[in-house]
């Protein structure tokens, strides 16, 4: 069962201004950061996505309700990943 549209969209909207926030600030306290953001609130800011995903699960369990987001990034730039091997 989804949760309401609203905890996500709410989450989506902080994500989008924490992002426009630190693209925009070079003394934003987001910007090259990860930030977790569970049921419309920031509960973790940090430079390790897997820390910031941990204290995500310590305050929502159910991963629907819960963003993160890397501050900072262009998300409407195509972003390529190079692998070696």
Known sequence: MSPPASVQ????ELARQINEEARTNPNSRYKGKFVGIANGQVVSV????DEVV???QKVESDPQKTFCV???LDYNETQEIWSIG
């Open 54 to 56: 941990r204290d995500l």
């Open 70 to 72: 890397e501050a900072g």
């Open 46 to 49: 940090g430079d390790d996505l």
């Open 9 to 12: 969209t709410i989450n989506q």
